[in-house]
């Protein structure tokens, strides 16, 4: 099996930095793209930032400039450096990853259980 464990949400001042985490375990053999989610209360679940296993980037653009997504290989955990806070990136953060799993070697989609991620005004 494979998980992901998010870690590092809470709540912040607008303004403020927050880092998340997210360490994928269980039966890896590799890990391909990885990236951050999130879903605010009524609101569809957005692509915020995702990384390639090559280090190729992409942002959803109300955050560039702001978060900053970055990922340790050789430990298969991928961050969410999140400066600036605003009330507006309010939410529930996903993280997801594509994982080739070393019992089928077919590569599967996983997600994490969710971190709430909270800027008061």
């Known amino acids: 099996q494979v998980q992901l464990v998010e870690s590092g949400g809470g709540l912040v001042q607008a303004g403020g930095s927050l880092r998340l985490s997210c360490a994928a375990s269980?039966?890896?053999?590799?890990?391909?793209?990885m990236g951050w989610y999130r879903q605010a209360p009524g609101h569809q679940r957005e692509l915020v930032a995702a990384?390639?296993?090559?280090?190729?980037?992409n942002y959803l653009d109300t955050v560039k400039g702001r978060f900053t997504i970055s990922r340790d290989n050789a430990e298969n955990t991928v961050y969410l450096q999140m400066n600036s806070l605003k009330p507006e990136d309010t939410a529930v953060y996903y993280c997801?990853?594509?994982?080739?799993?070393?019992?089928?070697?077919?590569?599967?989609?996983?997600w994490g259980q969710g971190t709430q991620v909270t800027v008061s005004s």
């Open positions: 990384i390639t296993r090559t280090g190729r980037i």
């Open positions: 997801n990853a594509d994982i080739r799993d070393y019992r089928d070697y077919v590569e599967h989609n996983y």
């Open positions: 269980g039966t890896i053999f590799s890990v391909n793209r």
